[in-house]
């Protein structure tokens, strides 16, 4: 069965260290999308793309980056980790107009 | 700025009684959809209502449309205490392909 997945599940890092968030799904969709979570806040849209070598920002880009190199993978970098990106993250792919969204199961990160 | 705002923020029924939670957003869109997420979990789609319905049902679900006052609601049947979640209203604007979602209504179904 197609899915999509994320890695790692948890994450703790220091402030200023890079880290990098994969998500890989098999849909073979052209859009995916990364979406944090904090409470109050619902989901807010960080970057997306909608097939190889495209990426948009979302409304909350400022310190993420992501590269979208093939169709599967869209991993997410925060370039230096601040406390103020302690937050779920999800990433959630779209098939196109009028279909659904599937999205992973999040990676909770902590930033210390 | 979210597109979709949902209320109530919170709900608290007891199981069998009818829950109904509403969506308001702010552009024009191509669809709107439900989503629910249990604690600690990914979302899972509901129900998908193109711009040009007024209502659709699936089981016990029953959403409705209206465009000219953009606001959805999503209504859920002789609720059980499984149906205790998240829920998120989702849209996609006319002018692109990204879903901008809600803040979520919490609803908590006694048994």
């Known amino acids: 069965d197609a899915e999509i997945t994320q890695s790692p599940r948890h994450k703790i890092t220091e402030t200023g260290r890079q880290v990098t968030l994969a998500c890989h799904q098999t849909?073979?969709?052209?859009?995916m999308f990364w979406y944090r979570q904090d409470l109050g806040h619902g989901l807010r849209l960080i970057h997306y793309?909608?097939?190889?070598?495209?990426?948009n920002k979302g409304e909350v880009s400022d310190g993420y980056s992501v590269s979208r190199s093939n169709t599967e993978d869209l991993p997410l970098t925060l370039e230096s980790a601040a406390s103020s990106q302690t937050s779920v993250y999800f990433c959630?792919?779209?098939?196109?107009?009028?279909?659904?969204?599937?999205f992973g199961q999040g990676t909770r990160l902590t930033v210390v | 700025s979210q597109q979709g705002e949902e209320d109530p923020q919170a709900l608290s029924i007891q199981e069998g009684e009818n829950a109904t939670m509403n969506c308001s957003y702010k552009?024009?869109?191509?669809?709107l959809q439900w989503y629910r997420q249990n604690s600690g979990r990914g979302l899972v789609h509901l129900i998908l209502?193109?711009?040009?319905?007024r209502e659709k049902h699936s089981g016990r679900l029953r959403v409705t449309l209206d465009t000219s006052k953009k606001s959805s609601s999503l209504l859920i049947t002789a609720s059980r205490a499984a149906d205790t979640a998240s829920y998120f209203c989702?849209?996609?604007?006319?002018?692109?392909?990204?879903?901008?979602f809600g803040t979520g209504t919490r609803l908590a179904v006694r048994p």
């Open positions: 793309s909608y097939g190889v070598h495209d990426t």
């Open positions: 989702a849209t996609d604007a006319s002018s692109g392909d990204k879903l901008t």
């Open positions: 959630a792919s779209l098939g196109g107009l009028k279909t659904e969204a599937f």
């Open positions: 552009t024009s869109i191509n669809n």
């Open positions: 849909w073979n969709h052209n859009n």
């Open positions: 209502i193109r711009s040009n319905e």
